[in-house]
């Protein structure tokens, strides 16, 4: 029993090490990308949600909603942010054609909660309410716009 224990703690500690050192090896939290900054809105005072709102306006625009889950303990969650999410071809790109949405974990529980999120990150692309593309964990920057360009066909 004590054994058991003993490598229950031991996978614990690892674990917690290794999340600890990526967070450390990748420069810490990163910045929210540009394209997902927004100004006050609703959402902001709790009468309706970040991912509401999107689908509302995605609605009435007839633009997908790109909805990024992300978690600032997740390492490959920080370095999307440092990286395809801030490259200029790919903010513009979903700048352009999306309405993109920010999802982050202790902000947006409710929001989360709405969609089949398995890993962090997890990117969604969304269209008259039904997921219609979906990508997990760290896409390179050529793959991401890859991804967005197909998903928005």
Known sequence: M??????????????????????LLQGGVAERPSMFQ????????????????AM???EATGKPVLAFVTADWCGPCQVMK?????????????????IPV?????????DIAKLPV???PTTF???????VSAAEGV???????EFLREATE
Do not use: C, Q, W
């Open 2 to 23: 004590k054994s058991a224990s003993l490598l229950i703690t031991t996978v614990f500690v690892s674990f917690a090490v290794v999340l600890i050192a990526t967070r």
């Open 56 to 58: 509302a306006e995605s």
């Open 125 to 131: 692309v969304i269209r008259d309410g039904k997921i």
């Open 82 to 98: 440092k990286n395809a999410l801030v490259d200029a071809r790919v903010v513009e790109f979903a700048s352009a054609e999306m």
């Open 102 to 110: 920010y999802l982050e974990e202790s902000a947006s529980r409710p």
């Open 139 to 145: 896409v390179s920057t050529d793959h991401f716009l």
């Open 118 to 120: 398995r890993a962090f």
């Open 38 to 53: 927004v100004t006050p809105t609703a959402s902001e005072t709790m009468e309706t949600s970040l991912l509401d709102e």
